[in-house]
Each structure stands twice: as C-alpha cells, then as structure tokens.
C-alpha cells in the first residue's frame, strides 16, 4: 500500500514540477527541477524521494537572447539602444584614463525627417530609419559602436584614433563625411520620392586620459550638433570649449531673464515717428534690459531666448501694459494726446489663444484709447495659419487698433496678405534704407515699396533715417513718414524733451 501512494504522490509531483517548470522558465531558465516528495508513514517518518524534470537547453538559450536583445538592442534598426551605448561609452571613458589615445563620440541626426512621417507616413519613416541604419553600419569599423538613441537619433562611439588631438580630429572629420554621405545614399532606395532631401548634422567631441566623464561627452556632442543644425544641416562640427562657454553664458542669461521682470529690471524707451513736415506723430516703445551687474542687455540677445522659452508672453504683456498706460497719461495732457504708440508683438504671444481677451482686458484696466495704438507684426507671423492670423486681426482691428507690418522686404513677401489682411502700414527696412544712397537695388526696392503701398492705400514709413541725405531721398520718391536716428534715438519718456513730443493736429 505504502509502495502505490508513493508511486501515485510521485506522478503527481511530476505533473506539477513540469507545469511549474514551463511557468518560470523564461524566467530562470533551469536546466533541471529537482522535487522532493514529502511521504508520511503511520509513525510519521520522513521520507523525501528527488524527482529530476529535463529542460531543453536549445529552448532556453534563445529566451535568454530575446531577453538580451530586448534589453539592449533597438528593435526597429537592430543596432544598440542608448542603454548599451550607454554601458560601452562608460568603458571607453574609463579606458581613456590608461591611455592617451583619443576617442571620440559623434551624435547623428537626420534634417527634415519629420517631413517624411508628416507626408509619408510612419511606416514609410520606419523605411528610411532601417535604410539609414543599414547604410550607416557600412561606413564603421566592426570595434566601434553605433546606437540609435530614438527617433531619428544616431549616436557612434569610436575609439582608439590616434594620440595626437590634431590626428584624431582628422580622422574622425573622415568618418563624419563618409556618414554624411550614406545618410544621403539612404534616401535614394526609398520606395517613394521625398519632399526635399534628407541629409544629416553631426556634432563630435573628442577626449582621451579621462578628463571628461559620461556625461559631459554627451552633452559635448549634443552641444555641436546643435551648431552643425544651426548651420543648416548637412554639416558636422566639432565640440570647442568657446563654444562650451558660449552655451554656459546663454544659460546664465536665461536664468536671469527669469527673474528680470520680478525685480523689475525692464525698462520701455521710446523713439519719435516724424511726418513729411518733421512733426511728431507718435513713438514706437523699444523694451530695454537693465540688469543690475550686466548693465544694458541688447534685445537682439534677450529677445530671441525669451521666445525660445515662452517668456516672451509675460514680457510681451508687460510690455502692452506699460504703452497703454503712458497713451493713458499722454490723453490727459493737450499738446500730447493724439500721439501714438507702436508696440512689437511676437508670434509666440499673438497665436496665444486668449491674445485678443488679454489685449482688451489692458485697454480696459488701462483706459487706454485703442485708436492711438498700432501693433507692429512681421512677416513670418502673417505666412503661418494665415487664415487664423486674419481673424485675430480683424477682431482687434474693430476694436479701433491699427496694424503694421514691420521690416517689409526682409521676409517672405506677398502681395496676397496685403490684399487680404486688415494692413494699416508698412515700415520699410532700415538695411534698405542705408542703401538708397549708393545701391540701386536698395533704391529700387524702396522706390517699389512706396508705389506699392500708396497704391493699396496703406500709409509707409521708412525706419533707420540716419542722415539729411536718406532723409531728403525718401521725401523726394514719396515718403512721408520716418524714424530713425536724425530724429532721435530710443531714450525714457522721462528724458524725452517736450518739443519732441509736441502733438500734430488734423489738416
């Protein structure tokens, strides 16, 4: 009797080691299970029997490879994922440390990819990766590493170039331009035509003995790889410590320009519109930064980061609060109260979805009078959702407030948003204006420039008058409105004399 129970617990054992088994082999991957089988006797003895199940060793090797590959390779491209990438850069790194030869690491990314999935498609992108991907493990050694870190990101680990920093440049410069040229290579086996073509920017970073850890080579790369996109694609540059020092500074910028309008460091400088006649017809408010140990920053350095991180739209703000307010006070004063200000507004702040509500809301809190100010626009603002960009303006246009196209030339001219928007000026381009003198082409453009809005019934100003001789120029061809530096340069309302800002009646 003892014997068939314990033949009987044993087959039970058996079926359930193996099930259990099946369970956790992806897991561990045993090559054998061992059960040991509790058998109890009338004197309560214990007696254990091992029961031994087999595993198919060909089985559990390939789960471990689809782990493996899982964990550290790409499954779209088949090439190492940034974990792997990650691990082997630590090793060169540390390696470095050994020896002084130099390695270098290289970020690759493609231009205008996100044209391909935006008009063909993903799987057409998926396409053109694995294509790229192919092409670009033809152009390196089998020692190096190429990863992709996701999306259309490369990166290529090499190592062992040379001791000299001059060598190693050379040769990885060698490198970078025959993966330049496979990224181009790729796109001619697409299966559909592209919109425009897709090349590739590299950024490379050099190091050797150890001076720089992990981290500081990826952000090197990506540092110059940002200046090789910057430049327009199809570019590779090289990693400096100017160029390191350059970001470091654009850093500390950007983390002071949020703090600048707490401490109230901003200031508005105003310069005066002239007529035919030199009488002042208004001013354009020109935001100024006063920074406590930088002194004066230039708008042309602040203005662009501000856009970059969405500062612009408290700045923007301020800045329309701050005109209504002085166009507030100027209606309380006679001489002054049919003067007008222009104010910049950029893009970013005007395709907010609650500009127009904003705007009105400081009109109202302000008491300013909407007919006295004239929002400047540029061109790229009007070529983007022009649809969109026209029923803003015509919402704020009933209101009573003008509009003008600033810098009119420099950008993507047409004659179709002229006809279509509620346009109340043009500003011809000061880099026009200094030429009318010595270049026909300038003086061309300028000539154009007025017929044309004199023909749309638009009023035309020419901006950076600097000398009689523009000036007496631009009156004798038809203009009738300027700024510019021989009227006065931007200066606080407060330093402005009076007779400046004497108001212009009707005629």
């Known amino acids: 009797m003892l014997a068939l129970v314990a033949i009987a617990s044993m087959a039970l054992a058996a079926v359930g080691g193996a099930l259990w088994t099946r369970r956790t082999a992806a897991r561990d991957c045993a090559d054998s299970l061992a059960v040991r089988v509790k058998l109890a006797n ?302 910049n507004v950029s893009s970013v702040q005007f395709h907010q979805p609650d500009f127009v509500a904003r705007l009105q809301q400081i009109l109202e809190e302000t008491a300013a009078n909407p007919h006295r100010l004239t929002l400047e626009v540029t061109e790229s603002l009007l070529m983007d959702d022009h649809q969109r960009v026209r029923t803003i303006m015509l919402r704020l246009n009933r209101l009573g407030i003008r509009f003008a196209l600033d810098d009119f030339g420099t950008g993507y001219s047409s004659l179709n948003y002229l006809k279509r928007l509620p346009l109340d000026e043009l500003k011809i381009d000061q880099s026009f204006v200094n030429g009318v003198l010595d270049d026909s082409v300038d003086a061309a453009i300028v000539q154009a420039t007025i017929t044309l809005a004199a023909s749309l019934g638009l009023d035309v100003t020419a901006e950076g008058v600097e000398t009689e001789a523009q000036h007496q120029w631009l009156r004798d061809h038809g203009c009738e409105a300027f700024q510019g530096y021989l009227f006065g340069r931007p200066q606080p309302v407060v330093e402005l004399q009076a007779e400046q800002l004497s108001c212009i009646y009707d005629t």
Request: charged share 25%; net charge negative.
């Open 42 to 343: 009338d004197s309560d003895d214990m007696v254990y029997l091992p029961c031994g199940i087999s595993k198919d060793a060909t089985e559990c090797h390939a789960v471990q490879e689809s782990n493996h590959r899982l964990t550290f390779y790409d499954p779209l491209t088949g090439l190492p994922n940034r974990r792997l990438m990650l691990d082997r850069l630590e090793m060169v790194v540390k390696g470095s440390r050994r020896t002084d030869r130099h390695a270098a690491l290289m970020f690759i990314d493609l231009d205008n990819f996100k044209l391909v999935n935006d008009t063909q498609g993903l799987y057409q992108g998926d396409h053109l990766l694995r294509h790229v991907a192919e092409h670009l493990s033809s152009g390196v050694r089998e020692s190096d590493t190429l990863a992709r870190l996701g999306g259309d990101e490369f990166v290529l680990l090499i190592h062992d170039l040379a001791a000299d920093q001059e060598q190693a440049a050379h040769a990885a410069e060698r490198v970078a331009e025959k993966l330049l040229t496979r990224i181009r290579e790729a796109q001619q086996e697409q299966a559909l035509p592209l919109t425009l073509p897709i090349t590739g920017s590299i950024g490379v970073t050099l190091f050797a003995n150890g001076e720089i850890c992990v981290e500081t080579a990826m952000q090197q790369a990506d540092m110059a790889l940002q200046q090789a996109k910057g430049a327009g694609g199809n570019a590779l540059r090289f990693f400096s410590h100017t160029m390191q020092a350059t970001v470091m500074a654009r850093v500390h910028l950007e983390a002071d320009l949020h703090h600048a309008l707490a401490r109230n460091e901003f200031r508005l400088h105003y310069q005066v519109q002239v007529d035919a006649r030199t009488r002042v017809t208004g001013v354009e408010a020109l935001i100024r930064w006063e920074h406590p140990q930088r002194g004066m920053v230039s708008p042309g350095m602040f203005i662009p980061l501000a856009e970059k991180n969405r500062m612009i739209l408290p700045i923007g703000y301020w800045v329309l609060e701050t005109a209504c307010r002085q166009l507030a006070a100027w209606a309380q004063e006679p001489e002054r109260e049919r003067l007008s200000i222009a104010v």
